[in-house]
């Protein structure tokens, strides 16, 4: 899992790459563990993110992306039988 620090203010930055890129007018957030992290705006179509979270606990966590009410997938369906996608976990300090 990659590492994600606490910054000042104890918040968690963590930067989402992605394709295809997020236009300005799309509804974008991250999903960490069960909470979900609205993107700050954007003036141009973007293919990544830096998100900053707030009272998250210690421990490993599941993110997705959300764009317009439709998830990443956190599955991987190319294994039998299926599991949980290692690159989509990150650890929080």
Not at 18 to 26: D, L, V
Not at 67 to 79: K, M, N
Request: no cysteine; aromatic share 4%.
């Amino acid at each position: 899992p990659n590492p994600a620090p606490r910054g000042p203010g104890d918040e968690v930055t963590l930067t989402l790459t992605f394709q295809p890129r997020a236009r300005p007018e799309q509804r974008v957030s991250l999903l960490l563990g069960g909470k979900e992290v609205p993107a700050p705006e954007r003036a141009v179509p973007v293919d990544s993110i830096s998100f900053t979270a707030r009272d998250v606990s210690a421990g490993d966590h599941f993110v997705r992306l959300r764009v317009d009410g439709v998830d990443s997938l956190l599955i991987d369906r190319t294994q039998t039988p299926p599991v949980f996608d290692v690159s989509q976990r990150v650890t929080v300090t």
